[in-house]
């Protein structure tokens, strides 16, 4: 048996901490002191850390976190990113035998070319680092935003069901983007609603469905009539489902 929990770190990054009563493997930990202060309240080791990339705010506490436990370190290798102990490719496969759970790896450009995701199709869990984003997604800062595009594609293909557990609270802001460009949209409505009944209480509005981003993640719905409107109302020319992504990165870029 295993839970997973979040340990909050900067102003809205989470680091996500797969633990048993003994063990736990941490996800992207961009600060180490949060990482430590869980592990000594509740008398857990540290037995490996997970990778989506190579961002500072997600590797920033690796060093410090080996210096005091020497685990290993999953992730994409990247001469940018030198704490990774053991390198991840397409189509790898990673088992926690601590938890009895075994994932598949993803390699997911568009926002950085060598980001990966962490897929366990038993259990219905996705690592999605800054690839997905609650109602959004994230910049293409390496690679092409049509590759930012089929990497979403590739997790809009996953069951429904699947929980996604990506790696920053932006759930509300992307909401507002997305009222704009699908403003009749109940599900939007609906999730703008819970989510500020969830901030108010300071609860996290991850993990989701990939389901419920089906129903309001603009990113996920390029070829709504209702978004491809909005998008030549805002003056952008989207006559498909790739150059609607395309127009709606930059819009939300500049929103």
Not at 37 to 50: D, E, K, P, T, V
Not at 101 to 112: K, R, S
Not at 140 to 169: I, M
Not at 218 to 230: D, G, M, T
Request: aromatic share 10%; proline share 5%.
């Amino acid at each position: 048996m295993y839970d997973i929990v979040a340990i909050p770190a900067f102003e809205d990054n989470y680091i996500w901490a797969l633990h048993n009563d003994q063990h736990a493997f941490v996800v992207d930990p961009g600060d180490a002191a949060p990482v430590l202060a869980w592990l000594a309240r509740n008398n857990i080791s540290l037995s490996g850390m997970l990778c989506t990339h190579r961002h500072h705010d997600h590797v920033g506490g690796i060093e410090e976190l080996r210096a005091v436990y020497n685990v290993p370190v999953y992730g994409r290798q990247h001469k940018k990113n030198p704490h990774i102990t053991h390198d991840l490719r397409e189509g790898d496969k990673l088992s926690l035998e601590e938890f009895g759970l075994n994932f598949d790896i993803m390699e997911v450009p568009g926002h950085i070319e060598d980001h990966i995701a962490y897929y366990s199709s038993g259990s219905g869990i996705l690592f999605c680092g800054d690839v997905l984003f609650g109602a959004g997604c994230g910049r293409n800062f390496e690679g092409s935003v049509k590759e930012l595009h089929h990497s979403l594609q590739r997790f809009a293909s996953l069951p429904p069901s699947t929980l996604a557990y990506c790696a920053h609270e932006y759930t509300a802001s992307n909401l507002r983007f997305a009222k704009v460009c699908d403003p009749m949209n109940p599900d939007v409505d609906h999730r703008i609603e819970r989510t500020a009944q969830m901030r108010a209480v300071n609860q996290s509005t991850v993990p989701f469905t990939i389901e419920i981003e089906l129903a309001t993640n603009p990113f996920l719905r390029c070829k709504e009539p209702a978004i491809l409107h909005s998008l030549r109302q805002a003056g952008y020319d989207a006559i498909d489902e790739e150059s609607a992504f395309i127009a709606l990165r930059e819009w939300r870029d500049k929103f």
